[in-house]
Nanobody, 129 residues
Framework: HVQLVESGGGSAQAGGSLRLSCAAS????????MGWFRQAPGKKREGVAA????????YYDAALKDRFTISQDKTEKRVYLQMIFLKPEDTAMYYC??????????????????????WGQGTQVTVAS
């Protein structure tokens, strides 16, 4: 089993920045993909960024890739999401997800939430105009 804990959310002004962190623990050797998703009130959860933690490949929502950066610290078993030039529409609960190697579905997209079997509790990001 894998546990994920997000941190780093909070309030920011438009144009500001925040750095989210996701700490993984448990059977992390089984994990090969971690991603960040967000869900605003009344909206579906959407993929923001993802990283193949073994190969280092990264994936971004096309509309966010110029402002958001995903990275990892293998030593500390953390994945980060650096967000800059924040906008009010970035306001959402941000979730960290992890996928176990070989888990179903076997055909998946890194930015779809059905690829992930483990989730954190989320961290709130609120951007004021």
């Amino acid at each position: 089993h894998v546990q994920l804990v997000e941190s780093g959310g909070g309030s920011a002004q438009a144009g500001g920045s925040l750095r989210l962190s996701c700490a993984a623990s448990g059977d992390i050797s089984e994990i090969n993909l971690m991603g960040w998703f967000r869900q605003a009130p009344g909206k579906k959860r959407e993929g923001v960024a993802a990283m193949d933690t073994v190969r280092g490949s990264v994936y971004y929502d096309a509309a966010l890739k110029d402002r958001f950066t995903i990275s990892q610290d293998k030593t500390e078993k953390r994945v980060y999401l650096q967000m800059i030039f924040l906008k009010p529409e970035d306001t959402a609960m941000y979730y960290c997800g992890a996928r176990r190697t070989g888990a179903a579905p076997y055909s998946y997209h890194p930015l779809r939430d059905d690829a992930y079997g483990y989730w954190g509790q989320g961290t709130q990001v609120t951007v004021a105009s």
